[in-house]
């Protein structure tokens, strides 16, 4: 019987034997392929020796064979036999005779570029270059040099790879027509190299060309991403006329991730004003209406997505990813508006099996709502199982639903079942620390949190919890002290471990070192908890304008926090 490898190699040289009868019309004789006997036996030996783990050999016949027919399918052949077998010597040689019998082939080109990027010679890159640059013509020239810091994304010498590039688009840096593609090019090269002063000169160069360049302004992001000031003026220039809407959503991302939503919120308007028929545009100006509470632009921004998006043709993956994100947020903002419903009609337009579980626990939050918590439970606990971890994360969630209802008690026996049935399951006996805690059995919390630490002495989380719950209660300060301290050496920097240190220092009567710590955590990361918490030690310290300004703060971010609600209640601030 025939191996399917066998079939594999008869397949590809009857493929080449009937090249020329499948190319002439039906009506017409077969034209003679010019694959004589020999040359077909040639080929079949070559084959079987590949086969047999004779690369060597394989190889040699194949490229005779490529010579002999002038065939650019067999050198395609005699090049991926060489660098299946590692032999990248030999693969360049193959390339290189590919590409002196078919000088204008970009196929032979490409490879033979790939091939000696691969061995590191870059030095010997510059002509492949410029052949590529040559064979392209119009837009598609544009396209080649875009793609050529590609190429040498995994070169060893970033530094080498830059220098050869500058002198294969030697002509294209002073063009104007190409000018902008090749700075920016040359730029991005810089800025794999390390050069972020080089690359601004790049784009500044290439903006010179033309300020409205998609490829300077992509630049531009780079050089926002590497901290360089060249960055927001570059960007300023290009975005002051209708841009690319791709490169105004990913500006409105770096300005998200700068604190500076409120500019970030203008370019997602532009960018829908400017591509109305850009549908992420309308997504991410959607969410971002939605994080500011404007519930009624917000749905109208997300309605305009989802028409544009279920009226064309787009990647599925993509396009049910931001259907889904749509959906939530329409269904969000339907049960802010007390309209149960409509909230969980919105679901259930969702189509998403990755997302099964995320969409029914929301479904299950909006019947609890309704006082429907046992059909809420129910929509839970009959997901089926299909992966090793789904029956974990099924119980995280049916926890997380009792948990925001405050029930407990409930909460904790399904946690108490749950750490039966995955006794090694450090974070579900956290968990079950967390909401005893809750229902006020302190002695079995710290049981179970130092359960954990011997356990798991990695833990960060459980010495916080430990640390912080001492501190809360003005117990064992210094023990707190040295848990949480423990905890800060495991995550360096987390504001919300920053935050129990503080807390410690504020019970210890230790204020200016509180306030401290407490304002450097609220910087890195405003949370309405850290906002009570550093309200209070501004309040302790004859500050009530600030405290009273930070608590309203917290509000904004979350008014439903108990730790803030509380502490405002027990200064009389509501």
């Not at 787009?314 to 990813?321: F, P, T």
């Not at 220092?505 to 910087?523: D, I, M, W």
């Amino acid at each position: 019987m025939s191996s399917p490898k066998r079939l594999a190699t008869l397949s590809l040289l009857i493929s080449l034997v009937c090249t020329a009868v499948a190319a002439a019309p039906p009506e017409e004789a077969p034209a003679d392929s010019g694959l004589g006997g020999e040359l077909f036996y040639q080929l079949l030996v070559g084959e079987i020796s590949a086969q047999n783990g004779d690369a060597a050999s394989a190889y040699s016949l194949m490229l005779d064979a490529a010579r002999k027919a002038n065939s650019e399918q067999l050198f395609e052949r005699a090049v991926t036999l060489a660098l299946g077998a590692r032999s990248g010597e030999s693969a360049l040689s193959a390339a290189q005779a590919w590409v002196h019998i078919f000088p204008t082939s970009q196929q032979a080109n490409r490879y033979q570029l790939q091939i000696l990027i691969g061995l590191n010679k870059i030095s010997e890159t510059v002509e492949p270059l410029k052949r590529a640059l040559a064979q392209a013509k119009g837009s598609a020239r544009i396209a080649v040099i875009g793609q050529i810091p590609r190429y040498f994304a995994r070169a060893t010498d970033k530094k080498q790879a830059t220098v050869a590039v500058e002198h294969a688009l030697t002509a294209e840096l002073s063009d104007a027509t190409v000018g902008p593609a090749a700075w920016a090019t040359l730029g991005t090269l810089r800025l794999m190299a390390g050069d972020v002063e080089g690359a601004a000169n790049a784009a500044r160069r290439g903006a010179a060309f033309n300020t409205h360049s998609d490829e300077v302004a992509a630049l531009a992001l780079g050089l926002w991403d590497a901290k360089s000031p060249a960055a927001e003026a570059l960007l300023q220039h290009y975005l002051a006329r209708k841009a690319s809407p791709e490169i105004r959503l990913a500006y409105a991302q770096r300005l998200l991730g700068a604190q500076r939503g409120a500019d970030a919120y203008e370019q997602t308007v532009k960018a829908t004003q400017e591509s109305a028929d850009y549908a992420d545009a309308w997504l991410v100006r959607g969410s971002l209406e939605f994080q500011d509470k404007k519930n009624d632009a917000a749905q109208t921004s997300l309605q305009k997505y989802i028409a544009l998006r279920t009226s064309t043709e787009a990647d599925a993956a993509d396009n049910q990813r931001g259907l889904t994100q749509a959906y939530v947020l329409l269904s969000q903002i339907a049960e802010q508006a007390h309209q149960p419903a409509e909230a969980l009609a919105f679901l259930q337009r969702i189509d998403s099996t990755q997302d099964t579980l995320q969409i029914q626990s929301r479904k299950a939050a909006i019947l609890a709502q309704q006082g429907k918590m046992a059909e809420a439970r129910a929509l839970i606990r009959e997901l089926p199982e299909q992966q090793a971890d789904d029956a974990r994360l099924k119980i995280s969630a049916e926890v997380q639903l009792l948990r925001d209802n405050k029930q407990y008690a409930q909460a904790y026996a399904v946690l108490a079942e749950a750490v039966q049935r995955f006794p090694d399951d450090a974070d579900l006996k956290y968990d079950q620390a967390m909401v005893a805690e809750k229902l006020g059995r302190l002695p079995e919390m710290e049981r179970l949190l130092r359960e954990v630490i011997a356990a798991k002495p990695d833990y960060q989380h459980a010495y916080n919890a430990l640390g912080y719950s001492l501190a809360d209660r003005n117990l064992r300060l210094p023990e707190a002290r040295s848990l949480i301290r423990k905890a800060l050496e495991l995550t360096p920097d987390d504001p919300f471990i920053m935050d129990s240190l503080a807390w410690v220092e504020f019970r210890s009567g230790n204020l200016a070192e509180a306030l401290r710590v407490l304002t450097r955590a609220y910087t890195a990361r405003p949370d309405a908890e850290i906002a009570a918490h550093l309200g209070e030690v501004l309040w302790a310290l004859e500050r009530r304008d600030d405290a009273r300004k930070t608590w309203k703060e917290g509000l904004a971010l979350n008014p439903n926090n108990e730790t803030l609600l509380d502490t405002m209640r027990r200064f009389n601030k509501p």
